[in-house]
């Protein structure tokens, strides 16, 4: 079994689709100022989770396509399309990974540019949970902005991941 941080970013992984999950490629396209395109932020999120449990933790990078929408980067719009299928490629590449996390390991940090990062790895997985929230709010607005309607209501299925105490 994952650890509970674990099992709560899954959790917003889920609510985090399940929010975007009938957005049009033209929707996805659509820049409203000063927020960025739906698609964007897709990318972005997938770019995270990519820099987080692939690029720091095993020094991976499985999708160049996603690091236009890097904290910092000049505005982009990229085609929506590839940003969820990197996405989902990144993601499950992850998840080996964030099964493997124990309390223990959450409490070390990565190596970054020959220094430990600031964050321990439960920070970070906290941060991601929390960048997630941030970001489904962000696309709500855009959605209600662009008029579309029946928009999913949050918090979902939270009974799905009931409270647990860290076990290891």
Not at 19 to 47: C, F, Q, Y
């Amino acid at each position: 079994m994952a650890h509970p941080l674990v099992e709560q970013l899954r959790f917003t992984r889920s609510e985090w689709h399940r929010g975007l999950k009938d957005v049009s490629a033209e929707a996805a396209a659509r820049k409203l100022d000063p927020m960025n395109t739906i698609a964007w932020i897709v990318g972005h999120l997938a770019w995270h989770e990519q820099l987080y449990w692939l690029d720091r933790a095993q020094g991976k990078i499985i999708a160049e396509n996603v690091l236009q929408c890097g904290y910092g980067k000049p505005a982009s719009n990229p085609p929506v399309t590839e940003m969820w299928d990197a996405w989902h490629k990144i993601t499950e590449a992850s998840d080996v990974y964030l099964d493997a996390l124990t309390t223990s390991t959450l409490q070390e940090h990565y190596i970054v540019d020959g220094k430990p990062h600031p964050e321990s790895i439960g920070t970070m997985l906290n941060h991601l949970n929390y960048h997630y929230w941030y970001h489904i709010g962000e696309a709500l607005a855009i959605r209600q902005m662009l008029g579309q309607k029946d928009l999913p209501v949050f918090i979902g299925n939270i009974e799905d991941v009931p409270y647990r105490p860290e076990t290891d």
